[in-house]
């Protein structure tokens, strides 16, 4: 599966955005999906999962409560809306597909190594 990331922006703290991630491929729907994120200097973390029916999602602490993630399979995408922004969400965002395609780990804990395909990501930036 070929994956894209899109919408990311400049925005004050406190806005919303939503990104989406376009993939190719017939088995998509068959995929779980992940949102990753890397701020500069920093190591790329997880920040959200949706599995491949959309009925199991998974979040990190530092973002929930305030992003949303969703997919729409007859489309090939998923979305990452984000709410009340904070500065330190300020990062490039990545949408990526794990292998096996349709891993979800029981503890919901999902580690970049999980993931083999990677989109090219999108910027974020969120000013004070």
């Not at 959309?54 to 929930?64: E, F, I, L, M, P």
């Amino acid at each position: 599966v070929q994956l894209q990331a899109s919408g990311g922006g400049l925005v004050q703290a406190g806005g919303s955005l939503r990104l989406s991630c376009a993939a190719s491929g017939r088995t998509f729907k068959s995929y779980t999906v992940g949102w990753f994120r890397q701020a500069p200097g920093k190591e790329r973390e997880f920040v959200a999962a949706i599995s491949w029916g959309g009925g199991s999602t998974y979040y990190a602490d530092s973002v929930k409560g305030r992003f949303t993630i969703s997919r729409d399979n007859a489309k090939n995408a998923v979305y990452l809306q984000m709410t009340s922004l904070k500065p330190e969400d300020t990062a490039v965002y990545y949408c990526a597909a794990p292998d096996p395609m349709d891993y979800c780990p029981d503890d919901g804990r999902f580690e970049v190594f999980d993931f083999g395909s990677w989109g090219q990501g999108t910027l974020v930036t969120v000013s004070s």
